[in-house]
């Protein structure tokens, strides 16, 4: 056993490129974002918000599909490989933490520009939807037992998430139909953007995506370590056990 | 001014969540990676 | 055999399967007595609850078919852990895979007794409704509740018995359904309350409003029973 800390377990050539990369494209993105991009006409300087939120919120949705293919590959038999899992577990973590970040500055951009923190309308409830199922997904990868039980619940349970989301949001915007006077017009997106404006938000999108790929193969390979640990923890019990009985 | 607080705080939030998590990630897998050697990974 | 002779013989043991598992939870539920003597009395003070909070009879009058389904939802919560603590007491259900019972079989007997205990279980809350918040019942929107009520129970009873299997015996399994489950079943909530607040006429809702949520609850239970017979056997192959 090494004592030694080592500074770098999960990095690669790649992963020190990308990160590299990504830490200008997000100081790009906020020196563009919060100072040198002109206000809105209509919604003022809170636009600046939606260059974190949206790419947040998009990103989530990816992470989330990602979660609901890996986990199909998982079940495939032809397929099969714990790796699957891993990707699928740091998927939904990473879109967990995307989805939190953006309910949080939509609430905050809400605040701004109509009064109030949280309004019911289809979009926003279903996206508060997605976030409980997936912490519940999260809770369920937690549960113990075999590797392979893990990945086979949190796979099953991603895969009813895709399907119950489509169910949540149409009856959730029936609902809403219902409540006219809550349903405020269209969440800001519909701005005619200056140049800039655009710019920024595609930049959002591809710092975020840059983050998404980096974090997931980080924690992917954490998973990996951590499940390694677990195996051997268990074979080195029972060598313990076994010499024991031998003495 | 209170909106510019807000913005503000959003950037904050975003990146200081990210970071959050990110330094938990590191963290755990220095602390795995002690006890797996570098042979074994499968990305090394 | 060829082909047709074993579907026709696995859907007959699919189905033989169903229908012991559904007279085992019965059985089960006539002896122990839990619905009625715990669960019933759990939502009746539920109700009860839901007056002192709310303290004015013209809200409990406007709200009383979203409280029904509420109740309805959190006491559902404790059948659907009861209907798989009996499984996992003994290893039960270990021991009748290795049976090679089909678990679709399993799947749909067990959703089955799980309606029928929620249908009783609802029956009884709408009956409070009308008595402790004076909602009022015609005709024709009796027929309408009793469809939302099947319709209803016949898919929060698939939602359960599928996440129910698949929290089933794992540590902190009590805390984990509800939060599985309840995001789930919001279109439930959501087309019960609606077409029983047209059943029950509040607000003036004509009754005849009330139909196209049935829709939506029957597309509900059609895609989760369906969902919930593929998936329940790997989710026991553990």
């Known amino acids: 056993m090494t004592t030694t800390a080592e500074r770098n377990v999960t990095g690669t050539a790649f992963t020190r490129g990308l990160g590299v990369v990504t830490i200008a494209g997000i100081v790009l993105l906020v020196i563009l974002g919060l100072f040198v991009s002109p206000a809105d006409v209509n919604q003022g300087e809170s636009v600046r918000i939606m260059y974190a939120h949206v790419p947040g919120a998009w990103l989530a949705y990816l992470a989330f599909i990602v979660t609901a293919v890996s986990s199909a590959a998982y079940l495939w038999p032809r397929t099969r490989s714990l790796t699957w899992d891993r990707i699928a577990g740091a998927s939904a973590e990473v879109g967990v933490l995307f989805m939190a970040i953006s309910l949080i500055t939509g609430s905050l951009w809400g605040r701004i520009t109509w009064g109030t923190y949280w309004t019911w309308d289809a979009r926003l409830t279903t996206t508060a939807f997605l976030f409980v199922t997936y912490v519940g997904y999260l809770a369920v990868r937690g549960l113990g037992g075999s590797h392979q039980q893990r990945a086979k619940r949190s796979a099953v349970l991603a895969l009813l998430a895709v399907l119950e989301i489509p169910l949540v949001h149409f009856s959730v915007e029936l609902w809403n139909t219902l409540h006219q006077e809550a349903s405020v017009a269209g969440r800001g997106t519909d701005v005619t953007m200056d140049g800039l404006m655009l710019f920024c938000l595609f930049l959002g999108v591809i710092v975020f995506t840059l983050m998404y790929v980096w974090l997931v193969l980080h924690r992917q390979r954490a998973l990996h370590l951590q499940d390694m640990l677990d195996d051997t923890g268990l074979d080195a019990a029972l060598a313990a056990r076994r010499a024991e009985a031998n003495v | ?44 | 055999m060829n082909d047709s002779n074993r579907s026709l013989a696995s859907f007959a043991s699919t189905w033989s399967t169903a229908r012991s598992m559904l007279g085992k939870d019965l059985l089960i539920e006539r002896r122990g007595r839990v619905l009625t003597n715990q669960v019933l009395p759990f939502a009746l003070i539920v109700m009860v609850m839901f007056a002192f909070a709310l303290d004015s009879d013209a809200v409990l009058e406007r709200v009383a078919p979203g409280l029904v389904w509420l109740a309805t939802l959190f006491s559902t919560l404790f059948i659907i852990a009861r209907s798989f603590a009996v499984e996992t007491a003994d290893g039960a259900l270990d021991q009748l895979r290795t049976t090679g019972a089909p678990p679709a079989g399993i799947f749909l007997g067990k959703a089955l007794a799980l309606m029928i205990q929620l249908l009783a279980l609802v029956v009884v809350l709408i009956v409070a409704a009308v008595v402790l918040y004076r909602a009022d019942l015609s005709w024709e929107g009796g027929v309408l509740l009793v469809t939302t009520a099947l319709a209803a129970t016949s898919g929060l009873a698939a939602v359960g018995t599928l996440y129910g299997g698949l929290s089933a015996g794992a540590k902190g399994r009590e805390t984990l359904l509800p939060l599985l489950v309840l995001p789930v079943v919001a279109p439930v909530l959501i087309g019960a309350t609606r077409a029983t607040e047209s059943a029950f006429g509040t607000n003036g809702i004509a009754v005849g409003e009330g139909w196209p949520w049935l829709g939506l609850l029957a597309v509900f239970a059609v895609m989760f029973s369906v969902t919930g017979a593929i998936a329940f056997g790997s989710l026991l192959d553990d």
């Open chain 2, 1 to 44: 001014m209170d909106d510019l607080g807000f913005i503000a705080g959003s950037y904050v939030v975003t990146f200081g969540a990210i970071l959050v998590y990110v330094v938990s990630v590191v963290r755990r897998s220095r602390r795995a990676g002690r006890d797996v050697p570098r042979s074994e990974r499968p990305w090394t």
